[in-house]
T-cell receptor, first 112, second 114 residues
Framework: DGGITQSPKYLFRKEGQNVTLSCEQN?????MYWYRQDPGQGLRLIYY???????QKGDIAEGYSVSREKKESFPLTVTSAQKNPTAFYLC???????????FGEGSWLTVV | GQQLNQSPQSMFIQEGEDVSMNCTSS?????WLWYKQDPGEGPVLLIA?????ELTSNGRLTAQFGITRKDSFLNISASIPSDVGIYFC??????????????FGGGTRVLVKP
């Protein structure tokens, strides 16, 4: 099946820990994105990457880090510096300069 | 970042009713996208609009890209129970050397009338 795969679906983090959310796509898309969604809210952009080995901060990048070593993979690390990490995280992708963006099924992160 | 004003925030539907929602912005967008999100799932693309004035249908869904490029609406005709969910508008601005920037509205939560 073609698509965007996020894992894990549910993740619990202890305070002070870093955790990494995986996002893999087999759509041959150049651009990938990470969004955060809080309950009852819209989506906010954390980081995005247009090409391999390059990425830019979105609107709420503080406390997060990403890498783009392979075209199909764009993992997001939620660091201990992110003070309120409990949220639903969505990965997305598009062709470069494409005007349609597709989403994965999301990952729930909860701090315990 | 930029904000899109989406309204209504929530609405109740009865089966068979038509539903309308809209988004407005102070900024111009190149593309308007409408998504539906079920609880705990990622948004699914419903309709994409690429030109000002464009009116596009997808089954019972109809959406329009406002002529000023600052607004869009989505209509759902003859609603059915599975139309329940959260609908998001999103404006896309393609910025050379910076990539596509997608700005989301706050969502319209569609619920079934008790």
């Amino acid at each position: 099946d073609g698509g965007i795969t996020q894992s894990p679906k549910y993740l619990f983090r202890k305070e002070g820990q870093n955790v990494t959310l995986s996002c893999e796509q087999n759509l041959n898309h150049d651009a990938m994105y990470w969004y955060r969604q809080d309950p009852g809210q819209g989506l906010r952009l954390i980081y995005y990457s247009q090409i391999v080995n390059d990425f830019q901060k979105g609107d709420i990048a503080e406390g997060y880090s990403v890498s783009r070593e392979k075209k199909e993979s764009f993992p997001l690390t939620v660091t201990s510096a992110q003070k309120n990490p409990t949220a639903f995280y969505l990965c997305a992708s598009s062709i470069q300069d494409g005007n349609t963006i597709y989403f994965g099924e999301g990952s729930w992160l909860t701090v315990v | 970042g930029q904000q899109l004003n989406q309204s209504p925030q929530s609405m109740f539907i009865q089966e068979g009713e038509d539903v309308s929602m809209n988004c407005t912005s102070s900024s111009i967008f190149n593309t308007w996208l409408w998504y539906k999100q079920d609880p705990g799932e990622g948004p699914v693309l419903l309709i994409a609009l690429y030109k000002a004035g464009e009116l596009t249908s997808n089954g019972r869904l109809t959406a329009q890209f406002g002529i000023t490029r600052k607004d869009s609406f989505l209509n759902i005709s003859a609603s059915i129970p599975s139309d329940v969910g959260i609908y998001f508008c999103a404006g896309l601005m393609m910025i050379k050397a910076a990539g596509n920037k997608l700005t989301f509205g706050g969502g319209t939560r569609v619920l079934v009338k008790p």
